[in-house]
Every structure is written in structure tokens, then in C-alpha cells.
């Protein structure tokens, strides 16, 4: 088994049938992972690895022949990807408008768009900083922030090649010289980077474009010189199968989406090198004749179509099953109906496209309309659907007040499915102006000449039970100041995330600001975590807070903290197409038995350290019946996903609260 690789040629020119076997074993990886382990494999990053390969050898080429025609390389780009993804993204929004729950269609035609621009994953990233998305659930068209990766790489490549062309004046080995360093310091200068954000915000981190670029530089780093690379047929031998066998192991020993892309992506890029320097070794017992067979090369051929259409028939298969994860049977079918698709992709549309007349940029502009059309229609059909609601206060809208007055009759639900992930209660359309201490806004009704001024500090829990004191405010003429952070409660700890520093210098800057306006009273959360189980907790943090609000003489209310459940309350509803009473235990519903989230006495009534300050406020009466914590109540929403309270069921409590609230600042 001794001998070198071939000497005379460009291991990047000849052609490379175990790329196809590669492409397969990552496809493979990724479908494989998603269906029925949840997870995702490293798979995605073998196809950076792969593409900076082939993109970058085939510019470096092209530029020592001369000047690089850029306009038609990105038309062949056009005319390779859009395709196959414009034919997906129509069907998924088919599909979507008949199987979808209405509430999940705003975040999804988002998506659609985005991700017909190659910008899905910056619509990711932005979800990740926005809080109020954080918990949008899986869309069928997530997995497409790969390909915008992927798009915005082929369309940035070509001009740094270019630009390196010209500056070293066509002259070929100085443009491979200069390539070189210039791909090198890409390499550095992103995996950096992607170190850094990786470890201050992994799921920023994970869609940005910049922390995934030294991906396909390591790929382009490979093609500038694997010419030069002479090893012995055994050591590639051995390359190859251990390329091969970390790769399979990649996203079994490591957490790939908690912990990419940083320092540990280098796993599975690093396989991808390995296999890809072995290269073809003709040994019998090499993992290339495993990767060059053909039913493998096959499956590469099939990879963009496999990898675009398993996702939505996933999504939309657990949405049909109400799973959160398939069995080894039902996942085969997912498994099977995917290939199937793309198979007739592959070969009705991937290979037939190309050779149309027409060119890249037509066939963009024809598929990109193909996308809006689509979206279009599905978005006129959702604001129908959201137009015309009630509003709380409505006979046939009594929210909350339907626990003592009993349920009016069924009517359509407020808010609109459709609209549901919306209603939050949107203090940002107040005064806003950024704390002293701290880089975000309190938030104030403005109230000419105020007869009280009360604050609300918390988290995002806190800022939708500001919905009940708003009617609240506006009747007595209060001015009504909200200070909130999602997942962050006011506490003098960090509660959800442990020791975040975010969290812990807000809740300081939030009570320097409250001391400065000194209030009349502050409105805030008695306790956290009610889950089944009887989670419920009064940290504390918390109740060091409201000490130091005693120290000042500031009166607290203190509000019990609302139900947290295992799925979205929005989706379970249209689901099962359940409107249900709170005090009806004998039929199905959405939601859970009240004794499984709330013990008989709230956590608080244990605490001996309590300040005299402090007046309690407990909604389970509110939000729950005698028996039930349901999805709807008197034909209100009652959680816009899986745990916050919608801004109209919690203005529906108002008149339920009121006297309590009064009574907490003294009238």
C-alpha cells in the first residue's frame, strides 16, 4: 500500500467522485439527527467545508486564465440554487396555509421571504436578540438559513478573488500567493470571531454569517494547496476512515447546536479535510470505495433537494401527529417521503433547469415572484382572518370575568389565532428613554398632572400583568412606568440563566431607577417557575428587593406568577379546535389541572423574612377555574404561546384586580 497521490495533476482539477459520497454521509447526517434524535449533527458544516473547496478551486483556476466574469458565474449560482428552493418554498407555503395553526403563519411567511432573499439566517439571528420570538416555534423554512450562508458566500467569493486578481495583476502564481494569505486571514480572522460570540451569545453566534465564514475559507485554504500535499496511499488510507468515523461520531458526543459554531466545529470541518486530503486511494480497504460506490454518489447527487424538503415534511408531520418527536416508524416515513421528493426534483427540476434558456437572472426574477406571489396570497388571507375581532369588554368577550359570570356564547376567538403572537402588551408605543444605569428603556404612559405614578418592574411576565393596570391607571389618572426584561425577574439574582451578568446589572440599574423616581408603589412578581410538578418558588432575590424597596418607604405588590406549559396554548387550541369552560373537567382541553401547577398556598405564606411593605396579589382565581388552568377562557386566548399571558386576557382581569391593586397603594 505504499505510493503517493498523483503527482502531476491538481487533486482540485481531476474530478473527485468521493465528494458526491461525502455530500451523501452529510445529508444523511443531518436528516438522520432531525428525525428522529432532535439535534443537529455537524452535518451542515461538511457542506461549508465542500463548497469553499469546489468554489474556491474553480475561481483560482478561472483567474489565471484571466479577468473573472463575475455576472455570469452568479448567474450559473442563480440557476443552480433557486430552483430546487423556489419549488420548496412555494409547497411549503401550500402546505403551510392547510396544515399550520394560524398563530405560527406570521413568523413563517416572514421566513418565506427572507429566505427567498438568501437572508433566513439574519431573520434568525434577529429572533434570537428579539425576545418577544424567542419562543416562535420550529418554522418549515428554518432550515434555510444554511443556504442564505451559503448564497451570501457565492455572492462575496468570487468579488475577494477578484480583488486579489487585480491587485496581483493576472499574474498566476502571484495570485495563488496572494489567495492564499488572503484566505488565511479570513480563516483567522472568523473563527476568531466565531470563538468570541460563540461564547458570549451561542444562538447569535449560530446563524451569523461572519461566524461561518472560516468554514468555507478552510475548505478554499485546502484547494490552494492540496497540490502540494504528498503523502503515502496507507496514510490516507487512515485519513480517510478517521475523517469518515468522526464524522459519524460528530453529533453523537457533542451538543452540536449548544455549542457551535465555535472552537468545536473544527471536529467536523477538520473530518471533511481529512477525507477530502485522502482523496481517492484505490486501496481495497479505503473509506473512498465506500464514499465513490455508487448508490452513495447517488444520494450526493439527491443532497440539496434531500436537505431542502425533510425539514417541512418533519414540521408539518409532527404538526399533523401533535409530537414533539417521531418514532422509529413514523420517522421512517418522513425519511421516505423526502427522498421520494427529491428524487422527482432532482430530476424534474435540479437537472432539467439549467439547460433552459434563459439564463440565472430570469430565472430568478420568475422564481422569486413564484415566492412573493405565494406569500402574497397567504398574507391578504391572514389579515382577513385578523380583521373585524372584538375587543375584552365585548359581551362575547368577557375574558376573565367568565370564571364567576359563566361562559358567554362561543364566538370567534380574541385575539385572532393568526395575530395571537402579537398581543403583548406593546409599552414600547409609550415614552420610552434608557435607564441611568443601564442600556435599556423604562417605559411611561404619559399622564398629565398623575394622581399617582406606580411601576412595574419584572420580566416579561411582568410587563403583560401591566396589561391589567392599565384600565386600571387610566380610570384613576395614574401614570403607569414600565421597567422590563424578558427572563429577567426583579430579583438580586440571576433566576433563569445563573450568574448572568446581564440580568444581574440590570436588576441593580433597575432599582436605582426606581429609587431615583420613588413611586408611589411598585407592581412586581411574588413568585416564578409555576409548572406542573408544583415548581412555584419565591426566591430569595426577590424578597431582597422588596426589602430594599422597604428601606425607602415604597409600597410593593406582589403578583403570583401565571402557568408555564410543555407546548404552545395557541397551537394546542386550533389543533384540537377546543374552546373549553374553566370549570368543565370532564371534557378535553387545552391547558392543565389546576392542582398539578398550584399548590393550595402560594410559596410566599412560608417566608418569615417578608417586609410589611408588601401586599400580596394571587391569580390563580384568575386564570385558572376550581379544577382547570385552560387555553381559553370566555372566548379569550388566554397565553399567546407557551407561557405568557396574552395583553387582552390580561386587561380582561382589570376589574377582577382592581381592589386589590387600590388597596396595595393606600386607597
Not at 424534474?348 to 412573493?372: D, I, N, Q, S, T
Not at 369552560?581 to 371534557?587: F, K, L, N, S, V
Amino acid at each position: 500500500m505504499g505510493g503517493t497521490g498523483p503527482a502531476s495533476a491538481s487533486l482540485v482539477r481531476v474530478h473527485r467522485p468521493e465528494l458526491q459520497g461525502l455530500r451523501a454521509v452529510a445529508v444523511a447526517l443531518v436528516v438522520v439527527y432531525h428525525v428522529w434524535f432532535g439535534r443537529v449533527s455537524g452535518g451542515v458544516d461538511v457542506f461549508f467545508v465542500v463548497s469553499g473547496f469546489l468554489l474556491t478551486g474553480q475561481l483560482a483556476r478561472a483567474a489565471d486564465r484571466g479577468p473573472l466574469a463575475l455576472g455570469r458565474r452568479w448567474s450559473r449560482t442563480l440557476v443552480r440554487l433557486l430552483p430546487c428552493a423556489v419549488v420548496v418554498l412555494v409547497a411549503t407555503v401550500a402546505a403551510g396555509m392547510l396544515l399550520l395553526p394560524e398563530g405560527r403563519w406570521p413568523q413563517t411567511l416572514r421566513e418565506v421571504v427572507a429566505a427567498a432573499l438568501f437572508l433566513e439566517n439574519w431573520q434568525l439571528a434577529a429572533d434570537t436578540v428579539d425576545y418577544a420570538a424567542r419562543s416562535n416555534m420550529s418554522s418549515p423554512i428554518q432550515h434555510f438559513w444554511s443556504l442564505s450562508i451559503q448564497g451570501q458566500f457565492f455572492l462575496v467569493w468570487p468579488l475577494l478573488v477578484a480583488l486579489v486578481a487585480l491587485a496581483a495583476r493576472g499574474d498566476a502564481a502571484r495570485i495563488r500567493a496572494h489567495l492564499t494569505v488572503a484566505v488565511l486571514g479570513v480563516f483567522a480572522a472568523s473563527l476568531t470571531f466565531s470563538v468570541v460570540l460563540t461564547a458570549t451569545n451561542q444562538p447569535l453566534a449560530y446563524f451569523h454569517s461572519l461566524t461561518r465564514l472560516w468554514e468555507f475559507a478552510l475548505g478554499g485554504l485546502l484547494a490552494l494547496t492540496i497540490d502540494t500535499v504528498r503523502l503515502p496511499r496507507r496514510t490516507r488510507v487512515h485519513m480517510g476512515w478517521v475523517g469518515l468515523v468522526g464524522l459519524l461520531a460528530c453529533g453523537a458526543v457533542l451538543q452540536v447546536d449548544n455549542i457551535f459554531p465555535g472552537i468545536v466545529a473544527l471536529w467536523p470541518t477538520g473530518c471533511a479535510v481529512l477525507v477530502l486530503l485522502a482523496g481517492v486511494t484505490g486501496a481495497r480497504g479505503g473509506a473512498d470505495r465506500l464514499l465513490t460506490s455508487r448508490p452513495l454518489r447517488y444520494v450526493g447527487d439527491l443532497s440539496y433537494p434531500l436537505y431542502l424538503w425533510h425539514w417541512p415534511v418533519l414540521v408539518f408531520t409532527l404538526v399533523l401527529t401533535g409530537r414533539d418527536r417521531l418514532d422509529l416508524a413514523n420517522g421512517a416515513v418522513v425519511v421516505a417521503l423526502s427522498v421520494m421528493l427529491a428524487v422527482l426534483t432532482h430530476h424534474l427540476v435540479e437537472k432539467p433547469v439549467p439547460a433552459l434558456p434563459g439564463g440565472g437572472y430570469r430565472v430568478a426574477v420568475a422564481g422569486l415572484a413564484a415566492v412573493f406571489l405565494a406569500s402574497g396570497l397567504w398574507q391578504v388571507d391572514a389579515v382577513q382572518r385578523a380583521s373585524g375581532a372584538g375587543e375584552v369588554g365585548d359581551i362575547r368577550y368577557p375574558g376573565a370575568l367568565a370564571l364567576a359570570a359563566g361562559d358567554p356564547e362561543p364566538a370567534p376567538l380574541l385575539p385572532p389565532p393568526v395575530s395571537v403572537t402579537d398581543d403583548w402588551v406593546r409599552i414600547e408605543h409609550w415614552d420610552c428613554a434608557p435607564m441611568t444605569r443601564f442600556p435599556m428603556d423604562a417605559c411611561t404612559r404619559p399622564v398629565e398632572a398623575p394622581q399617582r405614578r406606580i411601576v412595574v418592574v419584572g420580566d416579561s411576565h411582568a410587563q403583560q400583568l401591566s396589561g391589567a393596570l392599565v384600565p386600571i391607571a387610566d380610570r384613576h389618572g395614574w401614570q403607569l412606568t414600565v421597567i422590563a426584561r424578558g427572563a429577567c425577574p426583579f430579583s438580586t439574582a440571576s433566576e433563569v440563566v445563573a450568574d448572568e451578568p446581564d440580568c444581574l446589572e440590570w436588576g441593580d440599574a433597575a432599582a436605582a431607577e426606581i429609587a431615583d423616581l420613588h413611586p408611589d408603589a411598585v407592581v412586581t412578581l411574588a413568585s416564578r417557575d409555576v409548572r406542573a410538578g408544583l415548581t412555584e418558588q419565591t426566591p430569595a432575590g426577590f424578597v431582597a428587593r422588596w426589602q430594599q424597596l422597604a428601606q425607602l418607604g415604597i409600597p410593593v405588590l406582589a403578583i403570583r406568577d401565571n402557568p408555564r406549559f410543555d407546548r404552545s396554548m395557541p397551537d394546542c387550541v386550533q389543533s384540537s379546535g377546543v374552546q373549553q369552560a374553566a370549570d368543565d373537567p370532564a371534557a378535553p382541553v387545552c391547558g392543565v389541572e389546576r392542582a398539578a401547577v398550584y399548590a393550595p398556598e402560594p410559596p410566599w405564606t412560608h417566608l418569615a423574612d417578608v417586609p410589611s411593605n408588601v401586599r400580596f396579589l394571587d391569580i390563580a382565581d384568575r386564570v385558572c377555574g376550581p379544577d382547570l388552568c385552560p387555553a381559553v377562557i370566555g372566548n379569550v386566548l388566554v397565553y399567546l404561546d407557551d407561557n405568557h399571558l396574552t395583553a387582552s386576557y390580561s386587561a380582561s382581569m382589570s376589574p377582577l384586580v382592581e381592589s386589590d391593586v387600590l388597596a396595595a397603594i393606600g386607597l
